[in-house]
C-alpha cells in the first residue's frame, strides 16, 4: 500500500490500482466539485456542500476502509450534478433537474447533446476505469469483491430516518448477510436492510453494472451523514465497517475451504 494516487482524471482517481487486497471499493459521489465551465450549475456555494451535490464524509470513509483493508479505490471527483455515475445511462435522475426540493438551474432544459457531453465527461470514464481495473484483477487470478460507499442525509423531505447504516443488495447476499449479521451484532447501532434505499430505487446500478454482471460479490453501504462530519467519526465507521468486511471475507474463504458453496 502506498497511499498515493496511482491514477487520476479530471472526473475519477484510482487509489492503489495493484493492491492485492480482495476488495475493490467503490465511491461514485465522492466530490461536489462542479467545474468552473457550469458556472456553478446556478447554485448558490451553500448548496454544493449539502448532500444534493455529493455524499458528504463518504470519501474518506472510503479511502481509509480501503486502506484498511489492502484494497483499491475507485472514486468520482465530479458532483453528481454534472452526470451521476450511479445512474444507468436512461435513468430520469441521471442528470439531476431537482433534488429533493431543489431546482438545479444549469441542468434544466439541456439539448441531447449536452446531455451526451455530460455523459462523456463523467460518467464514462468512470466506469471504463472501473471496468479496467477490475478486468485486470481477473485476469491475474485476484479473488475480486466490491463494496461501493455512499452517505444519507439524517431526514429526508421532512421525514427522519432512525437507521445509522443501510445495507443495500439484491438476491445473492453472499456479502450482505454476514455485514448485516456484524454490524446487527454492535450495540447502540439501527442497520437497515435495503433501508433508506433497495435497487428498486435505482441506487444500484455501480454494484449490477461491475458485480452482478460479472457474478462477484458486491453491496453498497449508506452511513448516514451526521455520522461521518468529522474525522473521528470517518475513521470509527472506516474500521468499523474493515472488521465487519473483513470478517466476511474470512468466512467465504473457511466455506471454500470446507467445501461449502463457492462462487466466481
Known sequence: MTGLWSGETTTMKVTDRDATGPWVIVCEHASNHVPGEFSGLGL??????RHIAWDPGAAPVARMLGHALGAVVVESTISRLVADANRPLDAPDLIWELSETTTIPGNVGLSAEERARRVELAWRPFHETLDAV?????????????????????????????????????????ISAPLLAGLRGEAGIIVGDNEPYAP????????????????????????????IADHGGQADWAARLARHLGAATAARAGASLDGGRRYA
Open 44 to 49: 448558490d456555494p451553500a448548496d454544493l456542500q
Open 134 to 174: 477490475i478486468a485486470e484483477r481477473l485476469a491475474a487470478g485476484r479473488e475480486t469483491l466490491i463494496a461501493t460507499i455512499h452517505s444519507f442525509t439524517p431526514v429526508w423531505k421532512g421525514t427522519p430516518r432512525p437507521w445509522h447504516v443501510g445495507v443495500i443488495h439484491d438476491e445473492d447476499e453472499r
Open 200 to 227: 428498486k430505487d435505482r441506487v444500484y446500478y455501480t454494484v449490477e453494472r461491475h458485480a452482478r454482471a460479472r457474478g462477484l460479490p458486491g453491496v453498497m453501504i449508506e452511513i448516514r451523514n451526521d455520522l
